[in-house]
């Protein structure tokens, strides 16, 4: 059974910079596709990027060019630089394990989630 355990949430002011972390356990991670999704409150789970299993990245137009996904497969890990941080950022973040080829992915497991709060 896959687990995925994020950390590195927090609390920031607006411009404000936060690294988060995902720990994979219990599968093959370097096979397949990871993602970060964030969820506001009263919203839906939105799409924030993901990677491919070959390194291809993909961004939300929303996150393009403050946010960087990456990963570490001896380590089973991802990551999400967040740069440049705005209120509307503020969101409890998960990260997920899937299938995904290019622009295409689907989460098939969730972490419990990390909370990031932008606020002056």
């Known amino acids: 059974q896959v687990q995925l355990v994020e950390s590195g949430g927090g609390v920031v002011k607006p411009g404000g910079t936060l690294a988060l972390s995902c720990a994979a356990s219990g599968g093959i991670v370097r096979n397949f596709a990871l993602g970060w999704y964030c969820q506001a409150p009263g919203k839906q789970r939105e799409w924030v990027a993901h990677i491919t299993a070959d390194g291809h990245t993909n961004y939300d137009a929303s996150e393009m060019g403050r946010f960087s996904i990456s990963r570490d497969n001896a380590q089973k890990t991802i990551y999400l630089q967040m740069n440049n941080l705005k209120p509307e950022d503020t969101a409890v973040y998960y990260c997920?394990?899937?299938?995904?080829?290019?622009?295409?992915?689907?989460?098939?497991?969730w972490g419990q989630g990390t909370q990031v709060a932008v606020s002056s």
């Open positions: 997920s394990q899937g299938d995904g080829r290019g622009n295409f992915f689907r989460p098939n497991y």
